[in-house]
């Protein structure tokens, strides 16, 4: 099948970038430039808790210069209270229920293909464009199912389980300039381009956040509170310092006490909220039924290709974890896997590079 990455040459057409002042968006903005574009340069500011370092109007400085680097006009848009309800909030109340939610995936849809993208289009742009390691394949078909999200070509650092979440009628407007690119080739054009951030280190951490650890950041916002770690027998073996903080499939943080189990790896296999009770195993496989199999109901699924039920897929309930063979039966999937399923992370589907479907795990049948 013949694969087509999005291109439009030297159309005028206007296009926002979302400048973070790092290296990926601001070789974003190059290329889209070199292409014909009217390129228009964004940064977007968000909440950040009082407890952590400031660290957005160096961001803003930098993003500043690569706007002034590249000569094009600089936006400035204030979405501190679309992060902080849409993302942070719903972040920190799906970790008090028991769940493991996905920042990113939220970020990407409140703030920069939700808030960014409204302002762009207030300001007149056709597209909008982020430094994503994602591809919007032209199929050449009609208008209305001519798109598909894919992934990127650099699979290290390949983002699309992050942009499940773009409607599929948006995929038209939305242009990955970098998609299908390696991370090397990147830097190699910011040089040539005499762009200051060919050296400068990749963002790490939670979208807008950076690096945080997850447990230090929900302790300023949901109290620590002792509890029993039990075996799969019920038996009590340690304790930990609050349900909320675990996620299935964890093998730290919790303290394993009883004599001759401390040298074993153990994994959270099981959460009850109500007794705030861990349940570990030595084996990270003790959900599965005797086929192997796992059906797992999502919410706030989004269909972005036509589904075959009668065809094998590959899943992923993590980023960048391991492809899992599935099934779709009524928009629920199949899972051929023996391990254990996170509620409230993202399941994406695919067929080869294509993003099929994904939805929020919302429970699991075995």
Same mark, same amino acid.
């Given at each position: ?30 290329? #889209? ?13 968000? %909440? ?41 909030? +719903?972040?920190?109340?799906? +970790? ?36 994503? +390691? ?14 598909? @999200? ?13 942009? %499940? ?5 948006? #995929? ?7 998609? &299908? ?13 005499? @762009? ?23 302790? &300023? ?18 304790? &930990?310092?609050?349900? %909320?903080?675990?996620? #299935?499939?964890?093998? &730290? ?114």
């Amino acid at each position: 099948m013949n694969k087509k990455t999005k291109v439009y040459s030297a159309n005028k057409a206007r296009v926002f970038v979302g400048i973070s002042g790092g290296v990926d968006s601001s070789v974003s903005a190059y290329l #889209l430039k070199e292409q014909g574009y009217e390129v228009h340069g964004i940064f977007v500011k968000t %909440w950040s808790p009082d407890w952590l370092p400031c660290t957005w109007v160096a961001e803003k400085r930098d993003a500043m210069r690569v706007c002034a680097t590249l000569d094009i006009p600089f936006h400035f848009l204030d979405a501190e209270e679309e992060y902080k309800k849409g993302v942070a909030d +719903y972040m920190i109340a799906e +970790y008090r229920a028991g769940r493991t939610p996905n920042p990113d995936v939220l970020c990407n849809r409140i703030v920069k293909f939700g808030a960014m993208w409204q302002y762009a289009q207030a300001h007149g742009a056709e597209f909008l464009a982020t430094g994503h +390691y994602a591809r919007v394949e032209d199929r050449g078909q009609s208008i209305g199912d001519r798109y598909s @999200l894919c992934t990127g070509s650099d699979s290290a650092k390949d983002q699309a389980y992050f942009l %499940w979440m773009i409607e599929k009628n948006e #995929l038209k407007h939305i242009l990955f300039p970098i998609g &299908h690119l390696e991370k090397s080739e990147i830097r190699n054009i910011a040089k040539r381009a005499e @762009l200051f951030t060919s050296e400068k280190k990749d963002s790490q951490g939670i979208c807008f956040l950076g690096d945080v650890d997850m447990r230090e950041f929900l302790s &300023h916002y949901i109290e620590e509170k002792k509890g029993n770690v039990v075996n799969e027998k019920g038996d009590v073996i340690g304790e &930990h310092n609050g349900v %909320w903080f675990y996620t #299935l499939g964890e093998r &730290h943080g919790f303290n394993i006490k009883v004599q001759g189990t401390e040298s074993e790896a153990h994994y959270v296999v099981g959460k009850n909220i109500e007794k705030n009770e861990l349940t570990v195993s030595t084996s990270p496989k003790s959900i599965s039924n005797s086929s192997g199999e796992v059906k797992v109901i999502l919410r706030e699924v989004n269909i972005l290709e036509k589904i075959d039920e009668t065809k094998k897929y590959t899943a992923q309930i993590r980023y960048h974890g391991t492809l899992i063979p599935v099934s779709i039966e009524k928009e629920e999937v199949i899972l051929e896997y023996d391990g254990v399923v996170p509620l409230g992370q993202s399941l994406v589907v695919y067929d080869d590079d294509k993003v099929v479907m994904a939805g929020i795990i919302d429970r699991i049948v075995i």
